[in-house]
């Protein structure tokens, strides 16, 4: 399939998906912590994406510290979360100054053919939406937090940002979602990320030859579009889910 979205994978995570995209297969868990907020935002937890790119997903990967890829991905992540305002953090903040939730998001490649970063962000909306948080409180007289794991509540998703990788051949042709191959032989890459309200989030260029006005607005065109099939169907597969149970 195209594309296939069984969630809750993790069982031990809590919150997580599997998305296939082609041959590209990713896996997201969300683990969450409490800790102290960051003296320059009191008032908010935070997210710490991590993109794992192991050698199990391609040979073209090695062991070791995380390569540039991955960097760049991770990377890549934390900027899509920031600038699409994906969660409001302050929603993640128990007491100021004091305590506050830190969500933990690990993406692993399992079957590397391109398109990682589309993958990535798909797969991390999936897992945010599908994440439950217990009731954490702190405790007036020990002054030490409290956690009512019988009490949980799901993330309030505020925007469902999602990327469209394209395959630039000198200015001339564009390829959608391209594979590993296709990423290799191209004299570009180019990812943009749109939300629900069709509002542009990022775009990501890492070099390469040049993209006329003209053929950026189409690729933004196209991703909104395919923005709002994603959704759908992300949508569909969460309602599913929901039936199941």
Same mark, same amino acid.
């Given at each position: 399939?195209?594309?296939?979205?069984?969630?809750?994978?993790?069982?031990?995570?809590?919150?997580?998906?599997?998305?296939?995209?082609?041959? =590209?297969?990713?896996?997201?868990?969300?683990?969450?912590?409490?800790?102290?907020?960051?003296?320059?935002?009191?008032?908010?937890?935070?997210?710490?994406?991590?993109?794992?790119?192991?050698?199990?997903?391609?040979?073209?990967?090695?062991?070791?510290?995380?390569?540039?890829?991955?960097?760049?991905?991770?990377?890549?992540?934390?900027?899509?979360?920031?600038?699409?305002?994906?969660?409001?953090?302050?929603?993640?903040?128990?007491?100021?100054?004091?305590?506050?939730?830190?969500?933990?998001?690990?993406?692993?490649?399992?079957?590397?053919?391109?398109?990682?970063?589309?993958?990535?962000?798909?797969?991390?909306?999936?897992?945010?939406?599908?994440?439950?948080?217990?009731?954490? =409180?702190?405790?007036?007289?020990?002054?030490?937090?409290?956690?009512?794991?019988?009490?949980?509540?799901?993330?309030?998703?505020?925007?469902?940002?999602?990327?469209?990788?394209?395959?630039?051949?000198?200015?001339?042709?564009?390829?959608?979602?391209?594979?590993?191959?296709?990423?290799?032989?191209? =004299?570009?890459?180019?990812?943009?990320?749109?939300?629900?309200?069709?509002?542009?989030?990022?775009?990501?260029?890492?070099?390469? =030859?040049?993209?006329?006005?003209?053929?950026?607005?189409?690729?933004?065109?196209?991703?909104?579009?395919?923005?709002?099939?994603?959704?759908?169907?992300?949508?569909?597969?969460?309602?599913?889910?929901?039936?199941?149970?």
């Amino acid at each position: 399939p195209l594309f296939n979205f069984p969630s809750s994978s993790i069982s031990t995570a809590d919150g997580s998906a599997l998305v296939k995209i082609g041959n =590209t297969t990713v896996i997201c868990g969300i683990k969450a912590e409490l800790t102290m907020p960051p003296s320059d935002a009191p008032n908010k937890g935070y997210i710490v994406p991590n993109v794992d790119l192991p050698p199990l997903c391609s040979s073209r990967f090695r062991p070791g510290p995380p390569g540039e890829q991955a960097q760049a991905a991770s990377q890549f992540i934390a900027d899509v979360i920031q600038s699409s305002d994906l969660i409001n953090m302050e929603e993640l903040c128990i007491e100021k100054s004091k305590l506050c939730w830190v969500l933990y998001c690990d993406i692993m490649c399992l079957d590397y053919d391109g398109n990682l970063l589309d993958a990535c962000i798909i797969v991390l909306l999936a897992a945010l939406r599908n994440a439950r948080l217990p009731e954490a =409180t702190i405790n007036k007289e020990t002054d030490l937090a409290e956690v009512d794991i019988q009490k949980k509540r799901h993330l309030k998703i505020n925007r469902h940002p999602v990327g469209s990788s394209f395959a630039v051949f000198d200015d001339s042709i564009i390829i959608v979602d391209p594979t590993a191959e296709e990423e290799s032989l191209s =004299t570009a890459l180019l990812t943009v990320v749109t939300d629900e309200e069709d509002r542009l989030c990022a775009v990501h260029k890492p070099g390469g =030859t040049s993209l006329s006005g003209e053929k950026l607005q189409h690729c933004i065109n196209r991703a909104i579009t395919r923005n709002k099939e994603i959704s759908k169907l992300v949508d569909k597969v969460i309602e599913s889910m929901k039936t199941a149970k």
